[in-house]
């Protein structure tokens, strides 16, 4: 009992000193110490943001949100339509732009409003996903945010207009299923019909017919049937359209618009090594290297030290033997044609020359590849690894062309090609720029 007693005791008293009001007595030297330390946590101004951020909430924010948007779609409104008028931009470098393209235009401008940014954002994503509708999407935006300024001035919570923005897009969705139509890619009128309305409004547009057999013959050469697992039903066959790998764009400046084609094969500007070799070939067999036709040079610097004079002599012989046994593992396999993304030595073109082999050397790894999709042959690392099967055998006819200064190697009529080049010509660079982003 005595030991409950004091424990209660104890914690009247405790409770008692909790509720006095607590002084504390600092001497002379602390209180100046706490001066030059400044005001304790919590007590001073804090800076968060730099101090020249301007900051916007509320009305004010919303209202300029709104003003950002009508001004990005006031930029490009002239755009629209079929009596769409381009724009001249000049760019950083000082290059001109010319165009109706809204995604082209917007990219040009510089704009600091997070909501300017937004909308420009808006239009890129419309161009990667869709390729058209670039000015639409801007400027649909543009006014939908419009039409919401009256309610926002009458202090409706932003919310709740966003809510009536998502039913009206339900119903808009809904309204689109019972438009849509279903649609045979192989019908050639309907699938021209549509393309007919992504490019009707735009430069190229007196060109039409021509445009939109460009780009259907384009598409359709380059899609191929991804191989499906055993079972599966036609419906949920998948197409790998490449358009970007194996559909190469080739401007060459002069000419007139209605010389724009695509070949049923593959061009790239190069001419041949040597001036004896042949420059027309029909039913050539093309062998793709990714292989130097030279001497191989250290991967590190070398010294080599040599005491007489005769080994100076059988170094030299070594590298034309090295150059002379892969030209003869070549030519065993007869090719028309060897093209390689490395180098081609003197002493391999006197070679080939001779054999009556034509030769290409440098060309671009995305090249090599579309003329491998097109001809059916296959690029090969080591000469001593090539097969009779790596040899294309699928192009009709090879032929040196000269357009303009350049030569161009053509190779054309191939059976059944998986990659093409568009060629176009035109006035300017500026034009040819325009048609290819229309196409």
Known sequence: ??????????????????????????????????????????????????????????????????????????????????????????????????????????????????????????????????????????????????????????????????????????????????????????????????????????FSSRWNDTMIDMALKAVLTVSRAIPMPVGSDSYSQKMEVDIKRYAKVEKIPGGEISDCTVLSGVMFNKDVTHSKMRRRIENPRILLLDSPLEYKKGESQTNVEITDEEDWNTLLKMEEEYVENMCMEIIAFKPDIVITEKGVSDLAQHYFAKANITAFRRLRKTDNNRVARATGATIVSRTDEIREEDIGTGCGLFEMRKIGEEYFAFFEECKDPKACTIILRGGSKDVLNEIERNL
């Open 1 to 202: 009992y005595n030991t409950d007693h004091r424990c209660y005791h104890h914690s009247t008293q405790l409770r008692r000193l909790s509720t006095a009001p607590l002084k504390v007595h600092y001497s002379q030297t602390e209180r100046s110490n706490m001066a030059s330390q400044g005001p304790p946590p919590g007590m001073g101004q804090i800076m968060v943001l730099n101090s020249k951020t301007q900051r916007s909430q509320g009305r004010q924010a919303q209202l300029g949100n709104i003003n950002a948007a009508r001004a990005v779609a006031d930029i490009i409104r002239s755009t629209l339509g079929p009596r769409s008028m381009l724009k001249m931009l000049l760019d950083p470098m000082g290059g001109i732009v010319i165009t109706n393209d809204g995604n082209c235009i917007l990219r040009e401008v510089d704009v600091s409003h997070p909501t300017a940014k937004s909308m420009i954002e808006l239009s890129r994503a419309q161009d990667e996903e869709v390729g058209d509708g670039t000015t639409s999407v801007i400027i649909l935006a543009g006014e939908m945010l419009i039409n919401a300024e009256p309610f926002v001035r009458t202090n409706i919570h932003p919310t709740v207009i966003v809510r009536g923005y998502n039913y009206a897009l339900q119903e808009a969705l809904e309204i689109c299923e019972k438009l849509a139509l279903v649609v045979d890619v192989n019908d050639v009128d309907k699938m021209k019909s549509l393309v007919q309305s992504c490019i009707g409004t735009k």
